[in-house]
């Protein structure tokens, strides 16, 4: 696991090759396998493949052009009825994809759609109105996956700022 945390990095430039079912499949129980608060599990994905769909979901935000260009988007929903934490449980589904992805040899990256908007309407609505999702559910994010047509450096011990944790009480060093 530390060694995937150390690789992973946020991939936006993909080849051309799509992903094969198997690797769709695992991709899908990680998600399913996510924690979420008192197992209430409040969302639910779209698997968006098709590249019609992929072109309008580059339209979704400034800044998420690069998934025109991706083998899938998987496009992260919850319900709030569902549950109260459902910002928490999707955060945690779509880091599970991200890990995931690096897992098993592919370039992925999070485009944030929750609380972001375009100048007419929120990426919310227009992502909801692309795939015809109903409005009891919320769009949370995007994650964009591929086989990797970039190469980033991992992460390093250098990289890590341990001055962020405190050992016991607020202040105090953690050496
Ligand atoms: C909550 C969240 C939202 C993000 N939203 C976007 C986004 O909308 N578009 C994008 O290109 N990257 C997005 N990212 C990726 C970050 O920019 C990226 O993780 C960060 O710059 C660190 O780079 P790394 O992932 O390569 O370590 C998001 C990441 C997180 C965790």
Same mark, same amino acid.
């Given at each position: 696991?530390?060694n995937?945390?150390?690789?992973r990095?946020s991939?936006?430039?993909?080849?051309p090759?799509?992903?094969?079912? *198997? $690797?769709?499949?695992? %991709?899908?129980?990680?998600? #399913?396998?996510?924690? !979420?608060?008192?197992?209430?599990?409040?969302?639910?994905?779209i698997v968006?493949e098709?590249?019609?769909?992929?072109d309008?979901?580059?339209?979704?935000?400034?800044g998420?052009?690069?998934?025109?260009?991706?083998?899938?988007?998987?496009v992260?929903l919850?319900?709030?009825a569902?549950?109260d934490?459902?910002?928490?449980?999707?955060?945690?589904? *779509? $880091?599970?994809?991200? %890990?995931?992805?690096?897992? #098993?040899?592919?370039? !992925?990256c999070?485009?944030?759609?929750?609380e972001?908007?375009?100048e007419?309407?929120s990426?919310?609505?227009?992502?909801?109105?692309?795939?015809?999702?109903?409005?009891?559910?919320?769009?949370?994010s995007?994650?964009?996956?591929g086989y990797?047509?970039?190469?980033k450096?991992?992460?390093s011990d250098?990289?890590?700022?341990?001055?962020?944790?405190?050992?016991?009480?607020?202040?105090?060093?953690?050496?």
């Open positions: 696991m530390l995937i945390l150390y690789r990095r991939i936006r430039k993909y080849k090759q799509k992903l094969d079912t *198997a $690797t769709v499949q695992q %991709l899908l129980k990680a998600a #399913l396998l996510s924690p !979420s608060s008192r197992g209430f599990q409040p969302w639910q994905f968006v098709d590249t019609e769909l992929l309008q979901l580059a339209l979704a935000k400034k998420s052009g690069f998934i025109k260009n991706a083998a899938l988007g998987i992260i919850a319900d709030p569902t549950s934490v459902w910002v928490e449980d999707a955060a945690i589904a *779509a $880091t599970i994809l991200h %890990l995931t992805a690096e897992s #098993l040899g592919l370039g !992925s999070w485009i944030q759609i929750r972001r908007y375009l007419t309407e990426c919310e609505e227009y992502v909801r109105r692309i795939l015809g999702i109903p409005e009891n559910l919320k769009v949370a995007i994650i964009s996956m990797p047509d970039q190469s450096p991992p992460y250098q990289d890590l700022k341990f001055e962020k944790i405190h050992l016991n009480m607020y202040g105090s060093k953690f050496e």
